[in-house]
């Protein structure tokens, strides 16, 4: 079968750095995706991982280790705005998403 | 600007009748897909296209239809077949038919709601 797993929900103060964990059962795949997603609203790319270990964009950084089935997003210097939904996804001919982790970030 | 452009914002469906939902893109792109959200859930592939007049079903496409008559369009139709509808339905697009690295771009949303 296919599936992902991710904590349903995170909290984490201003500033602070929180680490959502996917992990997944899956045969094969291209690579492994994060989505962003603020209620109500449609979900944004984030960062992909084709190979093993980390990649950096920003506040955001991404990992992966297909070895251990598992993968995380590091968020950094938490800002308000980055209250919202997380998706970890896994590419093969389409993207299979993960249930999502609920971020919320506090003053 | 490109973008994914979705109609209706909000629609609403009776009983027994048959709604469909608008997805128009400007992206060029070859790819393109519809995801139902229930609240406080992920995305559930229901369809997928990724060439003009063929698609693929994806996992929850019963009581769903869709057409790809053109590149720029992915109507799906939410038929009188599906028991429970309400939902959030998003639809995205990609560059390249293969899901290699390729981000998909999402629409705004449609909500369906049963009258």
């Known amino acids: 079968g296919q599936s992902l797993e991710q904590p349903s929900e995170v909290t984490a103060v201003e500033g602070a750095i929180v680490q959502i964990n996917c992990t997944y059962q899956t045969s094969g795949f291209y690579g492994l995706s994060w989505y962003q997603q603020h209620d109500g609203g449609a979900p944004t790319f984030l960062s992909y991982n084709g190979l093993d270990g980390l990649e950096e964009t920003g506040r955001f950084s991404s990992f992966l280790s297909r070895s251990d089935s598992y993968g995380y997003l590091l968020l950094q210097e938490l800002q308000m705005k980055d209250s919202a939904s997380y998706f970890c996804a896994y590419n093969t001919d389409k993207l299979i998403f993960g249930t999502g982790t609920r971020l919320q970030v506090f003053p | 600007d490109g973008g994914i452009t979705q109609s209706p914002k909000y629609l609403f469906r009776k009983e027994g009748q048959n709604v469909t939902l608008s997805c128009e893109q400007n992206l060029n792109h070859d790819a393109m897909y519809w995801y139902r959200q229930d609240p406080g859930q992920g995305l559930r592939l229901i369809y997928y296209?990724?060439?003009?007049?063929?698609?693929q079903k994806g996992d929850i496409a019963e009581g769903y239809s869709v057409s790809r008559e053109k590149k720029e369009s992915f109507p799906l139709t939410v038929t009188s077949a599906q028991k429970n509808p309400t939902a959030f339905y998003l639809c995205?697009?990609?560059?390249?038919?293969?899901?290699?690295?390729?981000?998909?771009?999402f629409g705004d949303g449609t909500r369906l709601s049963i009258l």
């Open positions: 995205a697009s990609s560059r390249d038919r293969g899901m290699s690295n390729q981000p998909q771009h």
């Open positions: 296209s990724q060439i003009v007049n063929d698609f």
